[in-house]
């Protein structure tokens, strides 16, 4: 009898604990909470013992956090363990995991344990901790442990659509870092434009960088296309990527720079069109696209001169000679010398092939190597580049095109057309990072009724579903999982033109992209993570001036049997939020019902459409989200 008591008080005291450290908002939550009881008080001019320089630097971004949400600001030291200090920072070389930490808080001071990254990651949660409570700061007395699943945690940031300035990037790099996300995948060059400062190529920037005009409205909206009659360009020179490189490493994020080939290359071919598959006169390419495509019809653009202001794929790539060779070594030269990062992406995907077909040069190169047709012909221009890098010790990635033909030896393939590329490499032995456009592009829009959001490329991608994602595909067994090294967020700007927009469309799915890393698909709970620990978390990025998209509330009802009415609950997805209704059908705003508990519905009318409920969340700062509807049946 005493045995099953004691396990049932030991069931409850678990449970409690637990339930609390679902309440911490930490995102991602880390991997093992024990809670304790009380708290810490954080005071001004309290210590933060630093034994490291890595650890001064890590204690320096917490600390210029810290006085941003509380005023607070505290005495960092490099020094050994000293008795007065409130938080001691204990950096160790050896750790098991790198990225790993520990975490303990008692009623006198605040001990974190791990390697570089691990201090880092240890003070981001810290910080996560802090509420102010009667004008103190204070933390909670606990214990964590804490260690990613996956070792790549990414966000693609396409900056050639639409240019994004440095502090733009500067500020998604501290949101990364908050998340513990530890890659900033920079795609610097694609069609729309050049990004990147070449010394050996001058008009890459003088020319590739810029487009007189761009479409307005979805590709699609406007036969032919209307234009906005806007220069848009812009590009960073070598000394400010550096600046970003060193930004990012100091937050524990490692750039790896993009740039596309074969294809996605007219903003260069603008510039230098003899690199091009097509004999040249004057600069200007004489070739026109004869092929037909996949679907039989004739392409109707002949080669760009200029660089484009539309989207879709263009027909100007890369002709696979030398000198586009020695065009790329040198740029990619360049690169190197500004990205320490093990990998360079060169993209690969998305292809004209049949640019080759019509090509004099490119179909000389096939008898001549003896390639079966344009597919190999792509891959053996990727191997070209991919022994390049590794003679130079870095390691080549690609979108999974470049599977096709024949993959590099050494090459790493990002699976963005579902996972079948992904499942594909693995199995063949090859690393991988998961970036399927069913759950990781967070360009697509956040819901269904696409009349109520910004305009998006298409598709639709909810909060839910992203963190509903799992990085390794049932397809792969323990041995194939291990090339699984990570999961990455894309996100294209062909119709993100504005930094709030940016952000609308990163936050909150960013989020859920951070807990989807970070821990195992097992441990994941979406109730624990949108009900419990979001809405703090975007409270706090409303002070922070992030401008993130307002999600739905969770609405439940029940009926009572009796009435025949419905008793509705909406619970908002932000913190201190406010939220007004209709049932009538007309429109919900801040002249509606103020929403202020479980509400009862009206009973509709013999042969009439059930009831509705219309609201929007206003955010504590006054931001209204898009008018929500749940039908009650």
């Known amino acids: ?94 750790a098991q995991n790198e990225e790993g930490y520990s975490l303990n808080i008692d009623g006198n001071k605040i001990h974190i344990k791990g390697s570089s990254k691990g201090i880092f990651y240890g003070l981001q949660s810290l910080y996560q901790l802090v509420k102010m409570n009667g004008g103190q700061a204070i933390v909670p007395q606990l214990v964590i442990n804490d260690a990613p699943a996956f070792g790549y945690r990414g966000i693609m940031l396409d900056v050639s659509r639409h240019f994004i300035g440095t502090d733009q990037v500067k500020k998604i790099l501290d949101l990364m870092a908050q998340l513990k996300l530890n890659t900033l995948h920079w795609h610097l060059t694609d069609d729309q434009g050049w990004r990147l400062e070449i010394k050996k190529y001058p008009k890459l920037t003088q020319v590739s960088a810029w487009r007189d005009s761009t479409i307005i409205g979805q590709y699609y909206d406007f036969k032919p296309f209307i234009y906005d009659g806007k220069p848009h360009g812009g590009y960073y020179t070598q000394e400010e990527a550096k600046e970003i490189v060193k930004y990012a490493a100091d937050r524990k994020i490692t750039v790896i720079p993009e740039i596309e080939l074969p294809g996605h290359s007219s903003a260069v071919l603008a510039a230098y069109p003899e ?112 022994m390049f890098l590794n003679k130079n010790n870095r390691k080549l990635i690609g979108w999974d095109e470049i599977l096709e033909g024949g993959l590099a030896p050494n090459a790493t393939v990002m699976s963005w057309r579902g996972e079948k590329g992904g499942i594909q490499a693995a199995k063949m032995g090859h690393d991988v990072i998961m970036t399927p456009n ?87 709970n979406y109730e624990s993570f949108s009900l419990e620990r979001l809405p703090e978390r975007l409270r706090q990025l409303e002070e922070d001036n992030v401008f993130f998209r307002i999600p739905e509330a969770k609405v439940e009802f029940s009926k009572d049997e009796k009435s025949g009415r419905y008793l509705v609950e909406i619970n908002p997805l932000i913190a201190n939020a406010t939220v007004y209704y209709t049932f009538d059908g007309h429109k919900a705003d801040q002249t509606a019902l103020l929403y202020t508990g479980p509400v009862l519905a009206p009973i509709a009318g013999k042969g009439q459409d059930p009831i509705t409920i219309r609201y929007v969340t206003i955010s504590p700062a006054g931001r209204s989200s898009n008018e929500f509807s749940v039908t009650l049946e």
């Open 275 to 386: 690199l091009g598959s097509f004999d040249s006169f004057q600069g200007i390419g004489t070739g026109t696209i004869a092929a037909v495509n996949e679907n039989g019809k004739k392409y109707d653009n002949d080669i760009n001169q200029e660089v484009p202001g539309f989207w879709g794929v263009h027909y100007n790539i890369y002709g696979p000679t030398p000198k586009a060779f020695a065009f790329l070594e040198d740029v990619l030269s360049e690169v190197m010398e500004i990205f320490p990062s093990e990998y360079i992406h060169i993209g690969g995907d998305e292809v004209p092939k049949d640019h080759w077909k019509t090509s004099e040069i490119a179909q000389k190169v096939i008898k001549k190597e003896k390639l079966a047709d344009e597919h190999e012909l792509q891959s053996h221009f990727i191997q070209q580049i991919e």
């Open 438 to 524: 069913s759950h990781m592009y967070f360009d697509h829009y956040q819901a269904e009724d696409k009349t109520t959001e910004p305009l998006a490329i298409g598709g639709f991608l909810p909060l839910e579903k992203v963190y509903s994602y799992s990085p390794i595909p049932s397809e792969l067994n323990e041995e194939e999982s291990k090339h699984v090294l990570g999961v990455q967020a894309n996100l294209w700007t062909e119709y993100i033109p504005s930094n709030n927009k940016l952000e609308y469309f990163l936050f909150p799915r960013a989020f859920a992209l951070a807990e989807v890393a970070w821990k195992k698909n097992e441990n994941k």
């Open 1 to 94: 009898m005493n045995k099953v008591l004691t396990l049932a008080c030991l069931l409850f005291f678990l449970n409690a604990a637990n339930l609390k450290a679902q309440n911490l908002n930490i995102i991602p939550l880390p991997e093992s909470i024990e809670m304790g009881e009380g708290h810490l008080v954080l005071k001004e001019g309290s210590v933060i013992a630093a034994k490291t320089e890595s650890s001064r630097k890590s204690a320096a971004i917490f600390n210029e956090m810290l006085e941003a949400k509380t005023g607070l600001n505290l005495l960092i030291q490099i020094a050994p363990q000293r008795s007065d200090a409130l938080v001691v920072l204990e950096e160790i070389q050896d």
